[in-house]
């Protein structure tokens, strides 16, 4: 150390100020980095958090298209029997999807994508209702119960659709890309 200082012409003390001065300037830095790592990482887990979330979200929101089409094909199927049980077994299923669909958080879906889900809730709903009433009146003209059971599982499928293809399912796009194609013709 004499040999440095005496070279410099610095005395012991200004070296040791000097050193300490570098040495704060440094650790200032490193703080900076560390913090600033910090904060990142902590982006980096948020927006990993969010897309899994979304991700979550899209699941639950196709899963209940897709049991509310399977209820509609279940009702239909237990009326053309002429089953009660299997017409009380399909309200039960719907009565599940309906309530599946409620731990949905609409909030986290993309903007797009909350009409198609909103219509298949409310859709749900509906045929709940009709379900109920066929379940209590088996005796109904089945003709009648067939249309509207077709028209209803063609709604829910079309939403259920535009909910997939809202939600990034590129086979439901080019399939609402190839319907709206079709029509014009």
Sequence with gaps: MHYLCF?????????????????????????FLIAS????FSLAKERREQRERAQRIARLSTAFGTQL????????????KGNRLLMEQALSHLNEVVEFSRSVDVA????NAI??????????GKVNKYFELVAMNPSTAF?????DLDRMHTNAS??????AAALGDKVASVALKEE??????
């Design 180 to 185: 709206g194609e079709q029509a014009r013709v």
């Design 69 to 80: 089409i399977e209820s509609i094909t279940n009702m239909t199927e237990a009326c053309t």
């Design 7 to 31: 070279m410099s012409n610095l005395s012991s003390e200004q070296w040791a100020a000097w050193v300490q001065a570098i040495g704060s300037i440094l650790a200032i830095i490193a703080a």
């Design 37 to 40: 790592l910090q904060l990142w």
């Design 108 to 111: 986290g879906l993309p903007a």
């Design 158 to 163: 079309n939403a259920s659709l535009m909910l």
């Design 143 to 147: 003709g009648k119960v067939e249309q």
């Design 115 to 124: 009409r198609p889900f909103m219509t298949l809730r409310i859709l749900a």
